[in-house]
């Protein structure tokens, strides 16, 4: 009975971590991605250069874009390049706006992406593009030589 019982628990606990490997793999490319909190401490608001911001960072797809603002004054607007570069908020591409002043998106395409704030707040700097790319390939590990192998 009791060799059983073992077998039994053994068999349970490579059930358990075979689970958890399959969770771990999934949940692999969820590590990698970063949440950027557009404006750092900031946030998305007036009388910010959001493109010294973004200049040093690298965004890669997966990652996402956390916009904190006052939500009873501005809004958070995907447009094109032109309307970026006029602050033209009439023909935007996507209403990022929830109503919360804490919206997140997704940046699941490698493009450029361009963000403003209607309401006239663009031309007192609220404005952001960013270049979204893949994530590089990991780098390749060298195989090791007889005489480093030897001296372990």
């Keep these: 009975m009791e060799v059983v019982r073992r077998r039994s628990g053994s068999g349970c606990l490579s059930v ?5 490997c399959a969770f771990v793999v999934v949940m692999v490319p969820g590590v990698l991605a970063t949440r950027w909190t557009v404006g750092g401490n900031m946030g998305w608001s007036t009388n910010f250069n959001y493109t010294v911001w973004a200049q040093d960072k690298h ?7 956390f916009f904190v603002y006052d939500r009873n ?3 958070v607007l995907e ?9 033209n908020s009439d023909n935007f591409l996507h209403n990022w706006t929830t109503g919360a002043g804490r919206d997140v998106v997704p940046l699941n395409v490698t493009r450029n ?3 403003i704030s209607g309401k006239g707040f663009c031309y007192g700097g609220m ?4 270049h979204v790319e893949n994530l590089p390939p990991p780098p390749t590990s060298t ?8 001296l372990l």
């Design 16 to 20: 358990v971590v075979a689970i958890m």
């Design 59 to 65: 965004f890669y797809n997966g990652d996402w874009l």
């Design 73 to 75: 004054q501005m809004n």
């Design 79 to 87: 447009v094109n390049k032109t309307d970026y570069e006029s602050c």
């Design 113 to 115: 992406y361009y963000f």
């Design 127 to 130: 404005k952001l593009a960013i």
């Design 143 to 150: 195989p090791l030589d007889e005489k480093s192998s030897s």
